[in-house]
């Protein structure tokens, strides 16, 4: 079983940039894809990114390309979201998540969550 804290969250106001950190435990981390959702109030979780395994490849959702990047530090068993640019509609509380199966790619399920981090973007 794998535990993941997240933490960078804050209120920031529009065009300004958080980076958000999750750190594992439990599991090998450096075996298994990564990814970061999001929820907004009043709506479902949504996909923001995913990396897999290795670090080479990523992947993102359409709202955040260009302006959010994630990656990973296996020998810190931590993933980040760099994000950029932020708008009022990323306002959300951000959770992390693992893969469900070893060495799989950026598609992969997600089977274990954190306890997310809120993101608030101001106009």
């Known amino acids: 079983q794998v535990q993941l804290v997240e933490s960078g969250g804050g209120s920031v106001q529009a065009g300004e940039s958080l980076r958000l950190s999750c750190a594992a435990s439990?599991?090998?981390?450096?075996?298994?894809?990564m990814g970061w959702f999001r929820q907004a109030p009043g709506k479902e979780r949504e996909f923001v990114a995913a990396?897999?395994?290795?670090?080479?490849?990523?992947d993102y959702a359409n709202s955040v390309k260009g302006r959010f990047t994630i990656s990973r530090d296996n020998a810190k068993n931590t993933v980040y979201l760099q994000m950029n640019s932020l708008k009022p509609e990323d306002t959300a509380v951000y959770y992390c998540?693992?893969?469900?199966?070893?060495?799989?790619?950026?598609?992969?399920?997600?089977?274990?969550w954190g306890q997310g981090t809120r993101v608030t973007v101001s106009s």
């Open positions: 998540a693992q893969g469900t199966r070893p060495y799989a790619g950026v598609s992969t399920s997600f089977g274990s």
């Open positions: 990396i897999n395994w290795s670090g080479r490849v990523t």
């Open positions: 439990g599991r090998t981390f450096s075996s298994y894809s």
